[in-house]
């Protein structure tokens, strides 16, 4: 019996969603190649080693690598499958950015043969994986692409969104359910054909155009709601409530269930894809922009009122906990927390101690403040000011005992049980 071939699989961008995924589906059995623009995380990759911290990531690299079956390079070469997931930010104006989508693409046209399937995983405005073919298509007019009502095409492409959680992405890369979006329907099932190989989840097809919206659907929808709770955080400031009991209490309705609010909106997802709706449809899209808008704006509401609780607790040391855009993450990128700790690292200068079990050091933007890094156990015994910007675990594991006598502004409710809370902002510190 001949062998069975091996299919070769190429994940364009080693980032957070490329290297776990590179990684598991060399788990699955195929040869992988993960490719990067950046030499240096080519370099970690083919050492064994993880430039991104990922629960149990490190140990699959490792092995995958160690057993000949994932291995890096800045050069493409010729393969069965290509996925592609660089970054796909917004410019300053809101508008998406999809150049690395396209360049990636470029990029992959000279090894392109009949037979290949493209598939795009970046979060991607409507449309973006039709450009993708386009681009293809202009580089290689010898080979037949997919239009729709066209289905003998001899290269697939399809889209088909992320919707890992960071922290869970091994586990969930394999039991959620895909949104697969072919540009025809037999692209679609080419594409399904290579999820089933190592998903679990259920596999649903679609068009291209409907499984982009679906991922933007997904974080506006998210965005939306998290406008709301942070709303309603401020609504209870002004009239000196507990937000945290309003949503408990709320929440026992059966057909209730308000998020939690917090410092703002981070991270490049949440923060950034509902502007690719918004931008494609702006007269239609006041509740998405609106949204936006009121999350952006908690970050300067809580910027305000840590600073009302540091004024009335004057030469007291602070403490700010956490910098990650979520709980147990290292990942900083449009983070409230950060931005909230930053200004007031500027403000209140060595005053300002940060907390971040998951970094090795401050980012840049501290250099000059005169705030220190510092650990847990040091800010409670030091710091009268407790400013809660993240709820990592270790934060929430802090028992009332070792902060009863703190003056504690808890952005993310993480102590339910802490006492006056509400009154303590604007008065001085006790005891
Ligand atoms: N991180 C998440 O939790 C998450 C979840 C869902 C969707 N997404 C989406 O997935 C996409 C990737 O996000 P990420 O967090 O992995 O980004 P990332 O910044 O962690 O990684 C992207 C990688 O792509 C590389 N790159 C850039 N251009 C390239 C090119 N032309 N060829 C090869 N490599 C290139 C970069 O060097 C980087 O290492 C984005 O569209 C993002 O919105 C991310």
């Known amino acids: 019996m001949a062998p069975k071939h091996q299919t070769k699989v190429a994940v364009l961008g080693l ?45 699959l690299v490792q092995g995958v690598v160690q057993r000949g079956l994932l291995r890096a390079s800045t050069q493409i070469e010729r393969s069965d499958v290509f996925l592609i997931a660089v970054p796909t930010p917004c410019d300053d104006d809101h508008a998406p950015d999809i150049s690395h989508v396209l360049a990636a693409a470029r990029s992959i046209a000279p090894v392109l043969k009949i037979g290949d399937v493209v598939i795009l995983e970046s979060t991607s405005p409507v449309g973006t994986t039709e450009q993708v073919r386009d ?9 037949k692409f997919p239009h729709a009502g066209n289905g003998a095409a001899e290269i697939a492409v399809a889209y088909c969104p992320e919707r890992v959680l960071p922290g869970r992405i091994l586990v969930e890369l394999i039991d959620n359910d895909r949104c697969i979006g072919g540009i025809t329907p037999r692209c679609a099932r080419k594409a399904l054909a290579f999820y089933r190989t ?25 965005d939306v709601n998290i406008a709301f709770a942070n709303e309603l955080s401020i609504v209870a400031d002004t009239m000196g409530l507990d937000v945290w009991e309003v949503i408990k209490l709320a929440n026992r309705h059966p057909r209730v269930n308000i998020l939690t609010p917090g410092p703002g909106v981070g991270g490049h997802c949440i923060a950034v894809d509902p502007w690719f709706i918004v931008s494609a449809a702006p007269e239609q899209t006041p509740l998405i922009r609106t949204a936006r808008e009121v999350n952006d704006k908690k970050i300067h ?74 650990d847990l156990d040091a800010a409670l015994e030091d710091c009268g000011v407790l400013i809660v910007l993240v709820d990592h675990d270790v934060f929430k594991s802090v028992p009332l005992a070792e902060r009863s006598r703190h003056a504690v502004y808890d952005t993310r409710g993480i102590w339910p049980d802490q006492p006056g809370q509400v009154e303590q902002v604007g008065l001085r510190l006790v005891g």
């Open 135 to 143: 681009a293809l298509e202009v580089l290689r007019p010898d080979l």
């Open 198 to 222: 190592f998903v679990r989840g259920a596999c649903v097809t679609t068009t291209a155009r409907v499984a982009e919206m679906v991922k933007l659907s997904e974080n506006a929808f998210r």
């Open 301 to 374: 509401h809580v910027i305000a009122r840590a600073t009302a609780l540091i004024e009335a607790n004057p030469g007291v040391p602070v403490a700010c906990l956490g910098l990650a855009f979520k709980a147990n993450i290292d990942d900083f990128r449009e983070s409230p927390a950060r931005l909230v700790a930053a200004t007031l690292a500027r403000k209140y200068g060595s005053r300002i101690r940060i907390v971040e079990p998951y970094a090795a050091q401050l980012p840049r933007e501290f250099e000059g403040t005169g705030a220190s890094p510092i």
């Open 15 to 59: 980032g957070y969603i490329g290297l776990p995924t590179a990684a598991v589906v060399a788990r699955s059995g195929a040869a992988v190649l993960g490719i990067d623009i950046h030499q240096t995380v080519v370099d970690t990759v083919n050492s064994g080693g993880v430039h991104i911290e990922e629960v149990d990531l490190d140990a």
